[in-house]
Nanobody, 125 residues
């Protein structure tokens, strides 16, 4: 089992930055690929960013490419999502997830084994 806890969400203005964190406990964090997803009110959950287990590969949704950066610190069992130049359309509940498909970046939600409870990001215009 892997327990994931997100933090760092909040209310910001358009153009501001936020850094989300996801702390993992349980089994060895470094064997898991990690991802961030988001779900806005009334919309389906969507992929945001993913990182391989060793941090060597990353992938981003087109909507956040160039503005968001995913990273991880395996020594601290934590994955991060740095979000810059936030837009109102970035407002959502953000979830981190862990996948046992460790050596690649994982894009599909169904391939993730563990999920956090989410952290709310609100962006005012």
């Amino acid at each position: 089992q892997v327990h994931l806890v997100e933090s760092g969400g909040g209310l910001v203005q358009a153009g501001d930055s936020l850094r989300l964190s996801c702390a993992a406990s349980g089994r060895t964090f470094s064997i898991y690929a990690m991802g961030w997803f988001r779900q806005a009110a009334g919309k389906e959950r969507e992929f945001v960013a993913a990182i391989s287990s060793n941090g060597g590969s990353t992938y981003y949704a087109d909507s956040v490419k160039g503005r968001f950066t995913i990273s991880r610190d395996n020594a601290k069992n934590t994955v991060f999502l740095q979000m810059n130049s936030l837009k109102p359309e970035d407002a959502a509940v953000y979830y981190c997830a862990a996948s046992s498909l460790s050596t690649i970046v994982v894009l599909a939600a169904y391939e993730y084994d563990y999920w956090g409870q989410g952290t709310q990001v609100t962006v005012s215009s």
